[in-house]
């Protein structure tokens, strides 16, 4: 069982940043799947950017070149770190990990970007 819990969400100007962080309480060293998806309103949740499982990083298409997704598996925590954020943007963002069959979900964390 792994809880996430997502911070650092809030409202910005057009062209701003925020870092999102994702804190799991067990150890995520393990973890190799780790993802952060956005739900906007009407729409279906989805994926943002995320660690694979042979290591490597992907992002859609969307956020490429303005955001980066880190962790730190000695604090237990993934960032996304969000850079030029356009109205778009805005959405609920969710902290994802896969251990096995299983998946885990944070709450979410709301990002607003204003134009």
């Known amino acids: 069982q792994v809880q996430l819990v997502e911070s650092g969400g809030g409202l910005v100007q057009a062209g701003g940043s925020l870092r999102l962080s994702c804190a799991a309480s067990?150890?995520?060293?393990?973890?190799?799947?780790m993802g952060w998806y956005r739900q906007a309103p009407g729409k279906q949740r989805e994926l943002v950017a995320a660690?694979?499982?042979?290591?490597?990083?992907m992002y859609s298409d969307s956020v490429k070149g303005r955001f980066t997704i880190s962790r730190d598996n000695a604090k237990n925590t993934v960032y996304l770190q969000m850079n030029s954020l356009k109205p778009e943007d805005t959405a609920v963002y969710y902290c994802?990990?896969?251990?096995?069959?299983?998946?885990?979900w944070g709450q979410g964390t709301q990002v607003t970007v204003s134009s």
């Open positions: 994802n990990a896969r251990v096995g069959l299983f998946e885990y």
């Open positions: 067990a150890s995520i060293y393990r973890i190799k799947v």
């Open positions: 660690f694979t499982d042979m290591g490597s990083t």
